[in-house]
């Protein structure tokens, strides 16, 4: 016991360093988002804003005339919104399947959502792309086809966890009173399985939200943008980069995301757990 209250205050210091190695960047972006873009460069990208090099909001207005903001905004909170509905919705029933029925198929559909979690999306990014082009799936709601198949992985494996920690004769009484299957999943199962939805809804929000390959390679790039496609058109000719814009871009596509896993942080430990518990 004295050994570990010796040695805590070291790891507590280790710890507040590692954190600050990983906030790090985020600050630098945020300070360099309120200077000209000539002073962000490899000589003055570490200084702060002073009288010379401050402007204020000016890199926002800019950014966010030039990307469209507020549309690709819009479609970013489309794309996102539907795919984790969907992915949550679809992943939680198949899990459920997967661990009640427990036959030979469902043990091969499980392997499967595990295979998934290993192919390196490099191999089937341009297969994908024609793919999306000829069934149509080049809009925000078509994509939430694409994600549903790259997402369930992960879910899938979380979700099985959890419920084989689920009493089995919770529903098996139910459905003696005469509870449908639909009303046992919804008003029993999921209910239980709550901290595990909530947390691989934060691992998937984050995940697309921030996506840029995916909407990239399917989207149809003239009617639809999502804030980090749209980013990108901040570069100009010859590989010249309005970094001020883009930096004032990127804190205004973070704050939304900061927010939302600040506000759900709690659940993820507990959910994870749940996760893991069997498997």
Request: aromatic share 16%; charged share 10%; net charge positive.
């Amino acid at each position: 016991m004295n050994q570990k209250v010796k040695h805590e205050p070291f790891w507590v210091i280790f710890f507040i360093l590692i954190s600050l190695l990983w906030i790090f960047p985020v600050i630098l972006i945020v300070y360099n988002s309120f200077k000209a873009k000539t002073y962000i460069s490899s000589t003055y990208t570490f200084q702060l804003p002073n009288s010379k090099s401050y402007v204020g909001l000016e890199n926002y207005t800019l950014g966010v005339a030039r990307t469209d903001f507020m549309q690709s905004f819009w479609w970013t909170v489309v794309v996102t919104v539907g795919s984790v509905l969907i992915i949550l919705l679809c992943t939680s029933m198949c899990a459920w399947w997967i661990v009640r029925v427990n036959n030979f198929f469902a043990k091969l559909i499980y392997t499967l959502f595990l295979f998934n979690m290993i192919v390196p999306f490099q191999m089937v990014m341009f297969p994908l792309s024609k793919i999306a082009d000829s069934l149509s799936l080049n809009t925000p709601w078509g994509l939430w086809i694409i994600y549903l198949g790259f997402g369930a992985g992960l879910a899938v494996f979380m979700f099985t966890g959890v419920v084989k920690g689920l009493p089995a004769e919770i529903e098996e009484a139910a459905m003696i009173d005469g509870a449908s299957v639909p009303y046992t999943f919804f008003r029993i199962v999921v209910p239980l399985m709550r901290p595990s939805i909530i947390s691989v809804a934060i691992l998937e929000t984050m995940w697309i939200w921030n996506d840029y390959l995916l909407p990239y390679l399917t989207l149809d790039l003239n009617k639809y943008k999502t804030i980090s496609v749209a980013v990108q058109y901040l570069r100009g000719g010859y590989g010249s980069v309005d970094m001020g814009a883009m930096m004032a871009c990127l804190v205004l596509a973070i704050i939304p995301i900061i927010i939302f896993y600040l506000f759900c942080q709690k659940y993820i430990i507990s959910g994870v757990i749940a996760g893991a518990v069997k498997g």
